[in-house]
T-cell receptor, first 112, second 109 residues
Framework: NAGVTQTPKFQVLKTGQSMTLQCAQDMNHNSMYWYRQDPGMGLRLIYYSASEGTTDKGEVPNGYNVSRLNKREFSLRLESAAPSQTSVYFC???????????FGDGTRLSIL | KNEVEQSPQNLTAQEGEFITINCSYSVGISALHWLQQHPGGGIVSLFMLSSGKKKHGRLIATINIQEKHSSLHITASHPRDSAVYICAVGLFGNEKLTFGTGTRLTIIP
């Protein structure tokens, strides 16, 4: 079973470039999440989607947009990348918000 | 705002030692999660609990709702237990988790 698949695993961007991080899950989960992880800080929620067709802001949404394309896929877009967005990004999914989350392997993103 | 505090931040121990990692939170919660992040970066869920104690192999998680405190114990620790252990809490009626900053555990052979 693939679980939660994130692409790409690594990416280097220049300031101002745009890109989309892809996430797909094959567990028929309803809820999906995007987090960023920075040194010395806990995982911080960027956006989440409680069900297909709905998205909500998390703790640090500025500079990001999301799309819940269907039940399986939840993408995160950086429209104009900034060095402050250098981070490791994790996608996660679960049946509901009150169940354990399943995480992807992460995307290490560097903005120069 | 719910704060999640973990202690210690770093812990180094000899193989075979009994390990305790602590997590405290500031408001009432619906559930507390313990997760493990290996050096390669992947994150896996170890436990979700809302009361009492849970055990899986050499890992034991306990929670005291009144004291707003949870502990993760590892018995007979092994170098493969070396990882970052993360505590997270969920609130009633809320789909989101609040995460602690993690405890980095290193087990020396």
């Amino acid at each position: 079973n693939a679980g939660v698949t994130q692409t790409p695993k690594f990416q280097v961007l220049k300031t101002g470039q745009s890109m989309t991080l892809q996430c797909a899950q094959d567990m028929n989960h309803n809820s999906m999440y995007w987090y960023r992880q920075d040194p010395g800080m806990g995982l911080r929620l960027i956006y989440y989607s409680a069900s297909e067709g709905t998205t909500d802001k998390g703790e640090v949404p500025n500079g990001y947009n999301v799309s819940r394309l269907n039940k399986r896929e939840f993408s995160l877009r950086l429209e104009s990348a900034a060095p402050s967005q250098t981070s490791v990004y994790f996608c996660a999914s679960t049946w509901t918000g009150h169940q354990p989350q399943h995480f992807g392997d992460g995307t290490r993103l560097s903005i120069l | 705002k719910n704060e999640v505090e973990q202690s210690p931040q770093n812990l180094t121990a000899q193989e075979g030692e009994f390990i305790t990692i602590n997590c405290s939170y500031s408001v009432g919660i619906s559930a507390l999660h313990w997760l493990q992040q290996h050096p390669g970066g992947g994150i896996v869920s170890l436990f979700m609990l809302s009361s009492g104690k849970k055990k899986h192999g050499r890992l034991i998680a306990t929670i005291n709702i009144q004291e707003k405190h949870s502990s993760l114990h590892i018995t007979a620790s092994h170098p493969r237990d070396s990882a970052v252990y993360i505590c997270a809490v969920g609130l009633f009626g809320n789909e989101k988790l609040t995460f602690g900053t993690g405890t980095r555990l290193t087990i020396i052979p």
